[in-house]
C-alpha cells in the first residue's frame, strides 16, 4: 500500500509540474480572455486596491476603487514607495477618481500588473508613466504623450 501511495504521489507532482511548465508558455498578448473594466468615482466605497479570488474558478480579481490616476499607475507599476513627479500640461485632469477591476484566469494571474498598466495605456493614452531612478531615489514619473511622441519633462521639475 505504501509503494502505491509513492506512486501516486510522484505521479501527481510530475502532473503539477508539467502545468506549471505550460503556463510559462502563456503568451501575455493574448489578454482578451481578462475582463476588465474602468468607472467613474464610486460614493460610499473607500480609496483601496486588493487582490481577490473571482467567482470564476481559480481566476484572480484585481479590484481598485476611487483612486487617482498617478495612484492606479503606481499600483500598476509596483512603485507603491516611489514619489510621484507629474510633468503634465493640465495637472488638474489627474486628481479625478476612478474604478478599476480585473479579472484574469490562472494562466495570466503572474501578469496582473502588466495587464493592468497595459490598459491604463489603453484607456488614457495621452499619459505615460515610468520609473525613474535619480540622486540615489525611485521616481515615478507621469508624463504627456502627443501624438505619438513623448514630450520632454518640463525644466522645473525637480527631482
Not at 486596491?49 to 500598476?76: C, D, G, H
Amino acid at each position: 500500500m505504501e509503494k502505491l501511495t509513492i506512486i501516486v504521489v510522484m505521479a501527481m507532482l510530475c502532473l503539477n509540474f508539467n502545468v506549471l511548465a505550460q503556463k510559462k508558455d502563456c503568451n501575455i498578448q493574448l489578454v482578451s480572455n481578462c475582463k476588465w473594466g474602468f468607472s467613474g468615482f464610486k460614493t460610499g466605497f473607500a480609496s483601496y486596491s486588493k487582490i481577490t479570488p473571482s467567482r470564476f474558478a481559480q481566476w484572480r480579481r484585481l479590484v481598485v476603487y476611487n483612486k487617482t490616476l498617478p495612484e492606479m499607475f503606481s499600483i500598476a507599476l509596483r512603485a507603491l514607495d516611489c514619489d510621484i513627479l507629474i510633468a503634465v500640461k493640465d495637472p488638474e485632469k489627474l486628481t479625478t477618481k476612478y474604478c478599476y477591476e480585473l479579472n484574469t484566469p490562472p494562466e495570466l494571474v503572474d501578469d496582473i500588473f502588466v495587464i493592468m498598466h497595459k490598459h491604463l495605456n489603453y484607456q488614457y493614452p495621452d499619459y505615460v508613466a515610468s520609473i525613474e531612478y535619480k540622486n540615489g531615489k525611485n521616481y515615478l514619473v507621469i508624463s504627456d504623450k502627443e501624438d505619438g511622441i513623448l514630450l520632454q519633462t518640463p525644466k522645473n521639475t525637480t527631482y
